[in-house]
């Protein structure tokens, strides 16, 4: 149901314009109200609003019910190759809003519904074990104690970097740690995924137990498994920052192109392949709801495509 606040700004335009000759912008200041109301936490809303920019500045000024999927398609050709995840995000935009001016009567029909999506080409290159190897092998060795424990939590867990910065030592108990993921992704809640201790990667020969062990000792006791020298937790920023640092000092600096670089999300790519040799259920380890997902990130992009795949005889 349309709010007071959105049935004023819907009477003020239809008032001043005739419905043949309403523009995207001006469904558009609708729109923006109507999602405000739906629960989604600020940055979802910012994200939406961010893209609606895009949505204002290509299409705003036109008619909505004169827009043709290939004014849209045209448009699009902008952001492309280079930013087809923003051309991507930017016409899942504006498909959104053209549902809802279909179900407040401003369209009748969408044409973002008839446009094809760009091809996404993923340019962030995959993690190989070696790499992480060598860079926890430099990490044990520098000034910043919990690095290593939180390349090796990101391996042993799978979990985002967000998680890996929010696990507490109470999370642990029942002879397992207890993750409530943080992407929400506008459900308002995450997954919820207990993780035994007796987990055993057998590329690192360690348990989840053995990790969350070396994590005592990275600090001064605090709350969270990764802490600063003096205990504090750890920022996020800092999370991706050291991976970054770390992954160039082993690599050097132009092992890859500027978006080629892994990060430090690719550890988790690299968890679900490692646990997929083992038989471990990576759908469940990930959080994930549907396998698609999964089998995205147990996807290599050809890390091992010169690899020969031996056929084993019957037994």
């Known amino acids: ?28 200041d609708v729109y923006e109200t109507l999602l405000e109301q739906r629960n989604y936490d600020p940055q979802t809303i910012k994200n939406y609003k961010a893209n609606l920019r895009h949505v204002r500045r290509l299409w705003g000024a036109t008619v909505i019910r004169s827009l043709k999927p290939h004014h849209i398609s045209t448009a699009l050709k902008e952001f492309l190759p280079e930013r087809s995840s923003t051309a991507r ?26 446009v094809r999506p760009p091809p996404h080409k993923i340019k962030r290159k995959r993690l190989p074990f070696e790499v992480w190897c ?42 397992h740690l207890h993750v409530e993921q943080q992407k929400q992704a506008g459900k ?9 201790l007796a987990l055993r990667l ?37 999370l991706s920052a ?16 500027f978006r080629e670089w892994p990060s430090l999300h690719e550890v988790r790519a690299l968890s679900a392949r490692e646990f997929r040799l083992q038989g471990i259920d990576v759908q469940r380890l990930l959080g994930h709801k549907h396998p698609e997902m999964t089998a995205i990130y147990e996807d290599d992009r050809g890390l091992n495509a010169g690899e020969w795949k031996r056929v084993a005889l019957a037994a």
């Open 1 to 28: 149901m349309i709010s007071s606040a959105l049935t004023r700004i819907a009477s003020s335009v239809l008032g001043r314009v005739s419905p043949c000759w309403r523009t995207l912008n001006e469904w558009i």
């Open 89 to 114: 995000r930017v016409l899942s935009a504006l498909r959104d809003a053209f549902v809802e001016a279909i179900a407040n009567g401003w369209s009748e029909t969408s044409p973002a519904a008839h």
């Open 134 to 175: 060598q860079m926890r092998a430099a990490a044990a060795v520098g000034r910043q104690k919990w690095v290593e424990p939180m390349l090796l939590l990101a391996l042993m867990t799978g979990q985002r970097r967000a998680d890996l910065a929010k696990m507490r030592f109470d999370d642990v108990h029942d002879d």
């Open 188 to 196: 308002g809640y995450g997954a919820r995924v207990a993780l035994p």
């Open 202 to 238: 057998d590329a690192i020969d360690m348990t989840l137990g053995d990790v969350i062990n070396l994590c005592k000792t990275c600090g001064a006791p605090g709350p969270t498994l990764l802490r600063t020298k003096g205990g504090g937790s750890i920022e996020l920023s800092s």
């Open 242 to 257: 050291r991976f970054n640092e770390l992954i160039r000092k082993v690599l050097g600096p132009l092992a890859h192109k």
